[in-house]
């Protein structure tokens, strides 16, 4: 009989709420059967500033997938993002141990616990400990076991957040009766399926620009090297063009889609576009140029600001395969050439793999699609995923009863 | 708001740590009806379950049970035919005789085990199969046993019987079978029959064999075969281990043929060539032994010559 | 607008029984008051406070208070709060002095520099003990200003907002957008001083010119009931011939009122029209339709509508309003009316009431709470500024964050990314 598993990826977004629902076959297939999206509320900059709407939005979103999916959710995966979200890199150095000079299993081991040991403050988690690759002797090694060397030392980019911020984020999917299987960055979530894997392999940065904040990992070597959050994302433009232009977030939303562009052209600077549309009275001419500026100056900002977070890491050097963009935010026009000047390496918006069907073809889903990818592959991005298996079984049983 | 955790463990803390429970403040109206609906579903589907079994336990219950059999009964027609199907003799007499079945008997209130039961307890019936034709017949289907062998039994009072032994070497009381195919069998003699605790008789070991050899008999000599008056199996091993197993046949002329249990194509035509020689020198024998290697004939009137050896 | 200002101040206030009095504090606003002062007036009475005097002597106006001399030995503060504030605090008795016995005073300050952000809050504090309807007009520093002037003045504008009737803040980044490309720091700030003469001379006229609609103290008050609340402030002007329509267009576009949050949030609303004889009552109606499109419904707005014979072809529409709710959480206008200490000084019930989503809202709380005053306060009122402040940590800056109004700052190297980025490079934008 094949064994099918019913994954709920849930990316809350300041934008929508995207639910994709995918079974898992056999944990070789992966069947997308469900998709549901809800305007979110209660969402600003990538966190949650009201529970009650937060948790509405999402389970309606929820619901209505499990609907369309006809199958009923067994668990959940989740995006994680927000600007309380903080990395660092920690590495630890071990001898070998064995009289042989033999790399051994209790090395790797010890190795990994004392780069993974950094205590946090009382209020922040761990969410993920992206490991890099093994140096034994200072020579990079994939796999060191058995290997003959002296020193073994091993990195993580280990990424923390606030405690009560993820503990929300959790709770809104418990409040709908589901476990979180596990979280994932929405920055690594959207690499995973945006960016190929040669250009990981060679260096390569992937921006997902939200409505509420801006995620970009950085891969070196095919591994996540850093990662960020910028918490500023399309609705600031839509802010900013309702308090410049002097119009509602309606309008302002409706001009930055249909007139909005990174960059200004010879031809926008005497071009006016009616702010309705109907030319009917309240209806006005804005002068495009006004319009655009106001889009450019923070599109640059947003770039020049993911350039600082991102340190040396962000050079043309480190990043041969350029830079990959994504979220609802790399839909604005000429977005790509904006940030080539500022950031020095080419900019190019991603394609999703040909697997993902075409009405699933979105900027907007690919965190979710990354979500699903992650629950196929069956493998977190930490060495903790055996402690997990063991609490999913337990937990499902405990849930038996409980019922 | 800082948590107390780090007392619980040294390790550091990961967003695993946080305790995922349905009780949270997050519940809204969707995730209630959910609730709702899976507890409705666990509900229904234990209930349904609960349901089946409480069918299938009471209905075999019921079927068990007296008033389904009434209940039946009112629900199918009178029995108004009853066809009995026989390989062999048997007939309705025998079956009149056997079975009393009441008049305007719903078919379904007929205990068909019970006939079953009835009619194979009757020697001459091998097997038996008793089938409801709906909507108001009983179809008896009955295999009968084949009778090899007659013989006469007495009892501790003197009184004689006739008795058949069957292919099986079952001892049966023959029924509705002609005079001629009684007639047509020969007697076993040298048998001995051991009563069984119900009156009935063991079943006789290597009838089979006789049989075989009667029926071969048959078919290459009919004729002299119906003169054949008794078998005797006193020397005959059913096992055939014994280098001596012999059967010996009394015929109506009053001599005897002794044979050996194989090779019978060779002695039967030996006993012809014998019986044709005899018959045409106007001989008469008292017996033919073909258990041998060669045959020995005593002749009957001969007393002073010694037996005649044929090559 | 000179001649129109000029008639504006010609009558007797007096003789409504109303008393006025402005008070420019600190150089900037010394400055501001200057500008009222230059046209001819006599009734109001015209105040400066500042602890330089030097600066003080060049002033034309007629009262001038110098504050402080112990502590800055007639020095200006050198951009210090705490000198402004203690400066301030050692001269009680005269300012208590300059406010007593006023029915309405404004306090025009520069926010950022040492005395407009020390001495207005303690004087806005003296004025309203007094019993007085207390209106500032302050300015705000200009983002390049850098971030440590901002957090003075962010500070001081809490301070002020507890204390005055409406603190209306007119922050520099905005105004400089509505000038022309050429325009230089300085214009900006006297273009801040105009709307600062221009919305005083608007509450004024409506107190004492006769019109088609008469306002009087009383509704004055009304409006400002609700302490502590953010005030909206807007302006528009229209002449020729199609004066009518080109009054709401400049409304419509001028940048105070367009914070997106506070369209649908004033909870009352003054509106004032000034006009020439050729202002019917249709005129005025069609200007309150207009305006209560955008701000809601009528029964908030109080409307007065001025005649000035020398506004012919012309309309000014002055709007004031006050929202006693912020935010998304309504639970808070019980506290935010609260503490009207001085006018009702037994407390209230509801300002113990703690609401559920207290815990909630302590998530937005991160930055240390702002040290003003609460050393100076009375002991009795303490507990209620500290509700009071909690909640306009982050008020000042709200109104140039729009959508992300209530949502945590969003610093990054001192600047606050919700803020729109071109406001903060000074990038001006022609609509």
Redesign the interface.
């Known amino acids: 009989m094949s064994q099918s598993r019913i994954i709920g990826a849930v990316d809350i977004g300041a934008a929508s709420v995207t639910v994709l629902v995918g079974d898992i076959v056999n944990g070789r297939s992966l069947n997308i059967i469900g998709k549901q999206d809800a305007t979110s509320e209660g969402v ?2 990538g ?1 949650i ?4 709407a937060v ?2 939005a999402t ?2 979103a ?2 209505g997938a ?1 609907k369309s999916a006809g199958a ?1 959710i067994d668990s959940i995966y989740l995006t994680q993002t927000g ?1 309380h979200l903080e990395g660092f890199y920690n590495s630890a150095a071990v001898n070998v141990s064995s009289s042989d000079s033999r790399v051994s299993e209790a090395d790797i081991a010890r190795a990994m616990s004392e780069a ?5 403050s ?6 993920h400990h992206i490991r890099s690759h093994f140096l034994l002797d200072n020579r990079v090694s994939a796999d060191p076991l058995g290997m003959q060397g002296e020193k073994l030392e091993v990195g993580y980019w280990s990424i923390h ?1 606030d ?2 911020k ?2 929300d984020h ?3 999917i ?4 589901l ?2 299987e596990d ?1 994932i960055l929405s920055s690594i979530a959207s690499g995973t399926v945006i960016a190929t894997e040669e250009e990981k392999r060679a260096g390569v940065m992937v921006i997902d620009m939200g409505a509420g904040v801006t995620d970009w990992a950085i891969y070196q070597n095919g591994i996540v090297a850093r990662t960020g959050v910028l ?2 994302g399309s ?2 433009i ?3 063009l ?5 119009v ?2 309606k309008y302002a939303k409706k001009l930055k889609t249909s007139f909005g562009k990174a960059v200004l052209e010879q031809d926008d600077r005497q071009e006016k576009v009616w702010m309705v549309g109907d030319q009917m009275i309240g209806d ?1 001419r ?2 495009k ?2 319009l655009i ?2 889009v450019r ?2 599109v ?2 947003i770039y020049d ?1 993911v350039k600082r977070q991102a340190g040396e890491l962000c050079h043309e050097k480190f990043l041969p395969a350029g830079v990959v963009l994504t979220g609802g935010g790399s839909h604005l026009d000429q977005i790509d050439l904006a940030g080539e000047k500022i950031l020095g390496v080419p900019i190019r918006r991603g394609e999703l793999p040909s697997w993902v069907h075409d009405n699933l073809q979105r900027h907007e889903y690919t965190s979710a699609l990354g979500l699903l990818h992650f629950a196929l592959s069956g493998q977190s991005l ?1 060495d ?1 995923a055996l ?2 298996k063991q ?1 999913g079984l337990l ?1 499902r049983v405990t849930q038996l009863f409980v ?1 | ?6 007392s619980k463990s040294n ?8 305790q ?3 009780t ?8 209630r ?3 709702w609906m ?2 409705l579903k ?1 509900l229904g589907a234990v209930l349904g379950l609960a349901v089946l079994g409480g069918a299938i336990w009471g209905g075999v219950q019921y079927l068990q049970s007296d008033s389904f059999a009434r209940l039946m009964a009112g629900g199918s027609a009178p029995v108004r035919n009853v066809y009995l199907e026989s390989d062999g003799v048997l007939d309705e007499q025998w079956l009149n005789a056997r079975i009393d079945m009441p008049e305007h008997i719903e078919l379904m209130a007929i205990d068909i085990e019970s006939i079953q039961r009835d009619l194979s307890s009757d020697g001459q019936v091998r097997a038996v199969l008793v089938e409801r034709v709906f909507p108001d017949a009983l179809r008896i289907r009955v295999t009968e046993r084949q009778p090899v062998l007659r013989v006469v039994l007495q009892d501790a009072s003197g009184r004689k019987f006739l008795r058949l032994i069957s292919n099986e070497g079952v001892v049966y009381a023959g029924k509705r079978y002609p005079a001629d195919t009684i007639r047509s069998l020969p007697y076993a003699s040298g048998v001995t029959l051991r009563r069984k605790a119900n009156g009935e008789y063991f079943p006789v070991d290597g009838i089979q064999d006789v049989s075989a050899f009667l029926q071969h008999a048959r078919s290459l000599m009919p004729e002299r075969v119906e003169n054949w008056k008794t078998v005797s199996l006193a020397d005959f091993d059913p096992k055939g281990a014994s280098m001596s197993s012999r059967l010996a046949v009394t015929t109506t002329q009053g001599y005897s043929i002794i044979f050996a249990p194989d090779e019978l194509d060779e002695q039967f035509a030996r006993l012809n060539v014998i019986l044709e020689r005899l018959e045409s020198q106007r001989q008469r024998v008292d017996h033919i032994d073909l258990s041998m290697q060669d045959a020995v004939v005593k002749l009957a009137d001969s007393g002073t010559r010694g037996p005649v050896r044929f090559r | 607008m000179s001649e129109l200002s000029g008639k504006s101040f010609r009558s007797d206030l007096n003789s409504e029984g109303v008393r006025v009095k402005i008070i420019g504090v600190g150089g900037a606003g010394t400055n501001a008051v200057d500008r009222i002062q230059m046209m001819p007036q006599e009734q109001i009475n015209l105040a400066a406070v500042n602890t330089d005097a030097q600066a003080l002597e060049s002033s034309p106006i007629g009262e001038k208070l110098m504050i402080g001399k112990s502590v800055t030995r007639g020095l200006s503060t050198g951009g210090d709060v705490e000198i402004g504030q203690t400066a301030a605090e050692k001269d009680e008795t005269k300012l208590r002095q300059m406010v007593d016995g006023q029915d309405l005073i404004f306090i025009v300050a520069g926010l950022g520099g040492g005395t407009g952000s020390g001495a207005a809050p303690v004087i806005s504090r003296l004025a309203s003990e007094q019993g007085a309807l207390v209106i500032a007009f302050v300015t705000l520093p200009f983002t390049f200003e850098g971030a440590r002037h901002h957090e003075v003045a962010e500070n001081a504008l809490v301070a002020m907002r507890s204390h005055c009737d409406a603190v209306i803040p007119l922050p520099n980044d905005l105004l400089l ?1 509505q000038m022309d490309e050429s325009a230089t720091v300085l214009d900006a700030f006297a273009q801040a001083d105009a709307w600062i003469s221009r919305g005083i001379q608007s509450i004024c006229a409506m107190l004492t010119q006769t019109g088609l609609i008469n306002l009087d103290f009383a509704m004055l008050r009304k409006v400002f009931e609700g302490r502590g609340g953010k005030t909206l402030f807007g302006l528009g002007r229209g002449e020729g011939d199609d004066f009518m329509q080109e009054a709401l ?1 400049d409304l ?2 001028c ?1 105070l009122l ?3 949050g506070f ?1 649908k949030r004033a909870d009352s609303l003054l509106v004032n029209i000034i006009g020439g004889t050729d202002l019917g009552i249709s005129h005025v109606n069609q200007i309150m339709t207009a305006i209560a499109e955008k701000f809601g419904s009528k029964e908030q707005i109080v409307l007065g509508a001025v005649v000035d014979e020398s506004c012919q072809n012309t309309v000014e529409i002055c709007v004031i309003g006050a929202t006693h709710v912020t935010g ?1 959480r309504p639970e808070r206008k019980v506290r935010r009316t609260a503490p009207r200490i001085d006018i009702a000084p037994e407390p209230r019930p509801s300002v113990t009431k703690k609401t559920p989503d207290d815990e ?1 809202f302590d ?2 709380e991160t930055k240390p709470k702002p040290l003003v005053h609460e050393s100076k306060l009375g002991k009795k009122r303490q507990p209620e500024l500290e509700i009071d402040q909690e909640e306009f940590t982050f008020v000042s800056e709200d109104e ?5 109004e ?3 700052r ?1 610093i ?1 190297d001192g600047e606050d ?2 803020v ?4 903060r ?1 000074g ?1 001006r ?3």
């Open positions: 600003k900059k966190e500033v009201d529970f009650k948790s509405n389970h309606a929820i619901m499990e009923q600007s993974k040991a950094k205590k946090l009382d209020d922040r988690l761990y969410i957040g405690e009560r993820v503990r959790i709770h809104v418990n409040g709908f009766g476990n979180v979280i918490p500023v609705d600031h839509t802010n900013d309702a308090l410049g232009l002097r509602n977030r006005r804005i002068p140029q006004s500026q106001i100056e923070r640059e900002e600001l930490d903790s402690q997990r609490r937990r019922n | 708001m800082a948590k107390k955790k780090s390790a550091p803390s990961t967003w695993r740590s946080i995922q429970s349905f949270g403040r997050a519940v809204t109206s969707h995730a009806k959910r609730r899976i507890n666990f | 957008q267009n419509a576009l940048p367009h914070t997106p369209a998304y909630l998530t937005v140039q964050r729009g959508f992300f209530n949502t945590e969003n990054f990314l919700d729109p980025t071109y406001l490079r990038v934008i022609t609509l």
